[in-house]
T-cell receptor, first 115, second 112 residues
C-alpha cells in the first residue's frame, strides 16, 4: 500500500508557542490530504481537508486561524498549531488517498503535548 | 449526514475464540466502506475496502462482509497479536473528495 509519513512523531511545547507538523506522501502524489485529531480512547475526528494549490476546507467548529494548513506541493501538507494551549494536546494524524483508489492511507501520527 | 456506529465498544477474547465486530452505517449513496486496524500510538493501518452489498474480503484471520446497512469484521481463531482497535469508516458519493466518516471503534483484546 501507499506510504504516508509524518514529522515529528512527537513534540512537547510551551503554551503560547506554535508547532508545525509535516505530512508527506512518499511514493505517490496527493492533491488532497486530510488532517485528523484523536483524543485518548476516541475515534478520529476530521479537522480539515488540505488541497494542493488552494485553501484548505475546515470542518465545522475547527478554527482556521488556529490550525493553519498549507499544501505546499503534491507530496507535502503541513499543519501549524498556532498559540498552542494545553487543550490542543492530542494525537494528530494525516491521510492521503492512494493513487487511483478510494482508499486513504494514514500517517503514523504526531503526539502533541502542550505544557 | 453520514453516520457510523460500531459495536461492541470493547471485546475481550481468549486466544482461538472467534467473534464478530459490527459496523452499522447510514449514508447517502455509499461509495465505500473501510476497515482499519489501529495500534496504540500509531496511525490506522488499512485492512479492507468494500463497495457493494454481498461483497466479502479476507486477510489471514480477518474477514469483512457488507450488507446495505452494516458490515461485519469476523476474527477467526484470534491470536494475541490481533489485539488492537478496529475502526470502520464510510465515504459517500456526496462527500467532498474522499472524506471519511469514522465509527467509534472496537477495542479488541485477545488473551493467551
Amino acid at each position: 500500500g501507499a506510504v504516508v509519513s509524518q514529522h515529528p512523531s512527537w513534540v512537547i511545547c510551551k503554551s503560547g508557542t506554535s508547532v508545525k507538523i509535516e505530512c508527506r506522501s512518499l511514493d505517490f502524489q496527493a492533491t488532497t490530504m486530510f488532517w485528523y485529531r484523536q483524543f485518548p480512547k476516541q475515534s478520529l475526528m476530521l479537522m480539515a481537508t488540505s488541497n494542493e494549490g488552494s485553501k484548505a476546507t475546515y470542518e465545522q467548529g475547527v478554527e482556521k486561524d488556529k490550525f493553519l494548513i498549507n499544501h505546499a506541493s503534491l507530496t507535502l501538507s503541513t499543519l501549524t498549531v498556532t498559540s498552542a494551549h494545553p487543550e490542543d494536546s492530542s494525537f494528530y494524524i494525516c491521510s492521503a488517498p492512494g493513487q487511483g483508489a478510494d482508499t486513504q492511507y494514514f500517517g503514523p501520527g504526531t503526539r502533541l503535548t502542550v505544557l | 449526514e453520514d453516520q457510523v456506529t460500531q459495536s461492541p465498544e470493547a471485546l475481550r477474547l481468549q486466544e482461538g475464540e472467534s467473534s464478530s465486530l459490527n459496523c452499522s452505517y447510514t449514508v447517502s449513496g455509499l461509495r465505500g466502506l473501510f476497515w482499519y486496524r489501529q495500534d496504540p500510538g500509531k496511525g490506522p493501518e488499512f485492512l479492507f475496502t468494500l463497495y457493494s452489498a454481498g461483497e466479502e474480503k479476507e486477510k489471514e484471520r480477518l474477514k469483512a462482509t457488507l450488507t446495505k446497512k452494516e458490515s461485519f469484521l469476523h476474527i477467526t481463531a484470534p491470536k494475541p497479536e490481533d489485539s488492537a482497535t478496529y475502526l470502520c469508516a464510510v465515504t459517500s458519493h456526496k462527500a467532498a473528495g474522499n472524506k471519511l466518516t469514522f465509527g467509534g471503534g472496537t477495542r479488541v483484546l485477545v488473551k493467551p
